[in-house]
């Protein structure tokens, strides 16, 4: 990296006190590159959200960034677009977009928060199963 920011500052003709400003862009574009990453990594879990294939925190995750990335939402319309006019060409059916989407990213935010109190519940059931049975063990010990 100091190489890499000596090399600009070489080519650029600047002093040696450019360094933190060179740091400085360089570091923003790799944080412009993790977001485009991020990105390109939610637009591959867009078919995984159709399917209902999504984990709890992948599902968080994708639904934290469509409600941030203008981008990400676009594409997320274009392949519901696709989806529904391919199964609805069959049935004859309308595909309102303004409405359908909404709904169902709705209908997924509300089945993740039924998953998770439901592994929450769990959780609790575990801890309880856990505690009887270490009374039991202490009473069967006395």
Known sequence: MVKYIAHIRQKQGLSPAADS????????????????????EISGMIPAFFDDTLDNESLRVFLNHLDRCKTCREELEIQYLVIRVFN?????????????????????????????????????????AVITFVITCIIFMM
């Not at 400003?21 to 390109?40: F, G, H, P, W």
């Not at 060409?89 to 595909?95: K, N, R, S, T």
């Not at 303004?98 to 109190?117: G, H, N, T, V």
């Open 88 to 128: 609805h060409m069959d049935a004859g059916g309308e595909v309102n977009l303004s409405r359908d989407l909404p709904a169902y990213i709705e209908q997924e935010r509300r089945l993740l928060l039924k998953r998770e109190r439901l592994a929450a519940a769990a959780g609790m059931m575990e801890i309880a």
């Open 21 to 40: 400003q060179i740091n400085t862009r360089i570091r923003t574009v790799s944080a412009l590159e993790d977001l485009y990453m991020t990105c390109k």
